[in-house]
């Protein structure tokens, strides 16, 4: 199976049984991932030579504004989609299998998890796996800390409030936080910060 089948199959479909193809391909992308990441993490880069391993991992190319601060970890790699002038700040997790997708100008603060695999819950079968697709919007904040979980939209112009669980979709110019994470404020064209 190559990447684009892959790609196509985790997009498409949610059930991935524990002795198919797919996951086998998922251990094949993850040594792939990790071989990367440990170069990413373990040596100082210049941010243009950060973008260019990152674009490497993700199998396409980043924008020139993209920017990384390692350590990242990801399971897999190929299923990140990024926008332009995205911040990704250190020891953020991306289990992407089930896909990432992230639009512009978003900012994802310190240890930040996504997650987009679930186990299946019949304890015969634990071992195959229900993937949803994590999309997040443009002009997002995702707050340190946050985990993100599968199937989760995250509309644009939303804030997630650090140490945020988020379950459910989020709604266009809303903050949200806690565990699980509910609406706490909308924003609108005037709204100031509280100091």
Not at 46 to 56: H, N, V
Not at 109 to 136: E, Q, Y
Not at 152 to 162: K, M, Q, R
Request: with cysteine; net charge positive; glycine share 6%.
């Amino acid at each position: 199976m190559d990447n684009k089948t892959f790609i196509e199959y985790m997009n498409n479909n949610e059930y991935i049984d524990e002795n198919s193809k797919v996951l086998t391909k998922f251990y094949e992308l993850s040594e792939n991932a990790r071989k990367i990441t440990m170069k990413l993490n373990n040596k100082y880069y210049t941010p243009d030579k950060i973008r260019k391993l990152f674009s490497k991992l993700i199998n396409k190319k980043v924008d020139k504004n993209f920017r990384l601060f390692p350590p990242f970890y990801t399971d897999c790699g190929v299923n990140i989609s990024i926008g332009k002038k995205v911040f990704i700040n250190a020891c953020c997790k991306f289990q992407d299998q089930g896909g990432i997708e992230i639009g512009d100008n978003v900012l994802i603060g310190h240890n930040v998890t996504i997650a987009t695999l679930n186990h299946d819950f019949n304890p015969s079968k634990r071992n195959s796996m229900i993937a949803k697709k994590v999309k997040i919007g443009s002009n997002v904040w995702i707050g340190s800390n946050s985990i993100i979980l599968p199937g989760v939209v995250i509309a644009d112009g939303a804030i997630i409030g650090a140490g945020s669980v988020v379950t459910k979709n989020v709604l266009e110019n809303t903050i949200v936080a806690g565990n699980p994470a509910k609406i706490i404020k909308y924003i609108n064209s005037d709204f100031k910060r509280s100091v």
